[in-house]
């Protein structure tokens, strides 16, 4: 079973930036759709960014394209998502989430099915 652990969360400024990390517990082989969701109290968990790490595909909720972004690093063990530009609306906590699959399986599904971390805390202060 994957576990993911989750860290960088921090409290920062508005214009600010963040450099989240999920590492996972064994090698994430090729095919694992990986995902940042982010959630506040009363709020269903909402998708960020995603990726493929089977291939280069990245994806993003309209609300932080341009300012958000997904990586995995070459021995593919951890995701990042760095986040610059960052909102007061961006807060909450920050969860990282991952499931084989052969293709992007969309955020429902990952939030479904995928194996998840305990989280991150991001606070942004205007």
């Known amino acids: 079973q994957v576990q993911l652990m989750e860290s960088g969360g921090a409290s920062v400024q508005a214009g600010g930036s963040l450099n989240l990390s999920c590492v996972a517990s064994?090698?994430?082989?090729?095919?694992?759709?990986m995902g940042w969701f982010r959630q506040v109290p009363g709020k269903e968990r909402e998708g960020v960014a995603g990726?493929?790490?089977?291939?280069?595909?990245?994806f993003y909720a309209d609300s932080v394209k341009g300012r958000f972004t997904i990586s995995q690093d070459s021995a593919k063990t951890t995701v990042y998502l760095q986040m610059n530009g960052l909102k007061p609306e961006d807060s909450g906590m920050y969860y990282c989430?991952?499931?084989?699959?052969?293709?992007?399986?969309?955020?429902?599904?990952?939030?479904?099915?995928?194996?998840w971390g305990q989280g991150t805390q991001v606070t942004v202060s205007s």
């Open positions: 990726i493929y790490t089977g291939g280069s595909s990245t």
């Open positions: 064994e090698y994430l082989y090729k095919g694992n759709c």
């Open positions: 989430a991952a499931d084989p699959c052969r293709v992007w399986m969309g955020w429902d599904a990952l939030r479904k099915f995928g194996y």
